[in-house]
């Protein structure tokens, strides 16, 4: 049974980071492409950043480039995702996603001062 | 980037009854579309894929269609379960892009 379990959320201020982690199992999870989703209070998905299954390409939406950085250890069946500068905006459930098929339950990230 | 018009937002519906839910894209995508239904609890789930292709054990009374930029999802006989919130994605190209949501709520 493929399982996601997302860790690392939690409460911080304007202008800090956070790095979120996602332990796969269930799956040979060197083989898949990754993805991190998230979504604000009350509002739809949206999808954030893409890893390949051996790290060679990533892609992110323009609202976190140059600010998120999504990564992997296939040795440990872990995604993470690395926030900085974090703004109010970013306070979401942030999900990870096995090539868009299967979902965590997420994890919550709450940016306020 | 790819825009997803999804209608409509709500949608009343009774049980048994057959509903369709319209995901028109800014652009062709070449069937690189699924369906996403998200419970009260957050748990998200994906019914179809590609389209037309129905998930391993999602019920058949769920079904896809469509094609360049207009596609569906249609639920012939809606049971208790069903009631619930429905997202289209686009993977055809970066970024991905979700529809805004259907909100399916019982009338």
């Known amino acids: 049974e493929v399982q996601l379990v997302e860790s690392g959320g939690g409460l911080v201020k304007p202008g800090s980071s956070l790095k979120l982690s996602c332990v796969a199992s269930g799956f040979t999870f060197s083989s898949y492409g990754m993805h991190w989703i998230r979504q604000a209070p009350k509002k739809g998905l949206e999808w954030i950043a893409l890893i390949y299954y051996d790290s060679s390409n990533k892609y992110y939406a323009d609202s976190v480039k140059g600010r998120f950085t999504i990564s992997r250890d296939n040795s440990k069946n872990t995604l993470y995702l690395e926030m900085n500068s974090l703004r109010s905006e970013d306070t979401a459930m942030y999900y990870c996603?096995?090539?868009?098929?299967?979902w965590g339950q997420g994890t919550l990230v709450t940016v306020s001062s | 980037d790819i825009q997803l018009t999804q209608s409509p937002s709500t949608l009343p519906a009774s049980l048994g009854e057959r509903v369709t839910i319209s995901c028109r894209a800014s652009q062709s995508i070449s069937n690189s579309l699924n369906w996403y239904q998200q419970k009260p609890d957050g748990t998200v789930k994906r019914l179809i894929y590609?389209?037309?292709t129905l998930e391993s054990g999602v019920p058949s009374r769920f079904s896809g269609s469509g094609s360049g930029t207009d596609y569906s999802l249609s639920i012939s006989s809606l049971e208790s379960e069903d009631f619930a919130m429905y997202y289209c994605?686009?993977?055809?190209?970066?970024?991905?892009?979700f529809g805004a949501g259907t909100k399916l709520e019982l009338k």
């Open positions: 994605l686009q993977y055809a190209t970066y970024p991905y892009t």
């Open positions: 996603a096995k090539g868009f098929a299967y």
């Open positions: 590609s389209t037309s």
